[in-house]
């Protein structure tokens, strides 16, 4: 695990250690109640992610279900001004993005996987943290974690109409022997598009979960049914 430890945010990047398991929510709940614990948070919320665009925003005390409110709604992204209060994504592959405004004091995780980023979660995200908090994209900065790496994501001929419409497409597929898909490059382009300035993505934890023995990976792991875990705090 990699503890990001800014004065004003924590950013705890998990690795295969995490205990989160899909289809076990007592003993994800109890793993994540821990890490609550250790990380020192209040609060600590995670939702039910369904590869879509849309997430929660938390403003207000009285929306957190006690200290621990795990995957009660749906949704793949989570905004927050709320101290201590630890908003999270799980994943196995799919790319977790921080986002963090050092002026509003705003902070907000992504899941985003193809299918959300190709729906614009990163647009619907920055929009809310614009509506909510009168963010301005060009001060946010962008953490992007662990996620399948263009050396192992390997993808069908047919993949790559999905992301055919953007004009940037032929930039996001390597051939090899196969076809490699880059993922965390479609997500920096889509970052960038919506007014995050090159110097404030920080790509230096953004490494492949395939090919990494220290993560879990639904691709390389043969389905695995073990996520890792991001999470994000204001201080
Ligand atoms: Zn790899």
Redesign the pocket.
């Known amino acids: 695990m990699i503890l990001h430890n800014d004065p004003s945010f924590l950013i705890y990047f998990g690795d295969k250690k995490d205990r989160c398991v899909k289809s076990d929510l007592k003993t994800t709940k109890e793993y994540l109640l821990q890490l609550k614990e250790n990380l020192k948070l209040k609060s600590l919320i995670f939702l039910n992610q369904v590869h879509r665009n849309f997430g929660l925003c938390l403003k207000d005390e009285n929306q957190i279900n006690g200290n621990l409110s795990l995957f009660e709604q749906n949704g793949d992204f989570l905004i927050t001004n709320l101290r201590n209060v630890g908003i999270g994504v799980v994943t196995a592959d799919c790319l977790p993005i921080v986002l963090y405004d050092p002026i509003k004091q705003v902070v907000c995780v992504i899941h985003a996987g193809w299918r959300g980023s190709v729906a614009d979660i990163i647009d619907n995200a920055i929009n809310e943290m614009e509506i909510n908090f009168n963010v301005t994209a060009e001060n946010l900065v962008a953490y992007i974690g662990a996620c399948?790496?263009?050396?192992?994501?390997e993808v069908g001929r047919n993949f790559t109409k999905n992301l055919e419409n953007y004009n940037f497409a032929h930039e996001l597929f390597i051939q090899k022997n196969g076809i490699f898909f880059n993922l965390t490059e479609l997500n920096k382009r889509l970052l960038l598009n919506r007014g995050i300035l090159l110097k404030n993505i920080h790509t230096q934890y953004n490494v492949?979960t395939?090919?990494?023995s220290n993560f879990h990976s639904y691709r390389g792991d043969n389905k695995t049914d073990y996520r890792q875990a991001t999470i994000v705090a204001l201080k």
């Open positions: 399948a790496g263009a050396c192992c994501y492949c395939i090919c990494s």
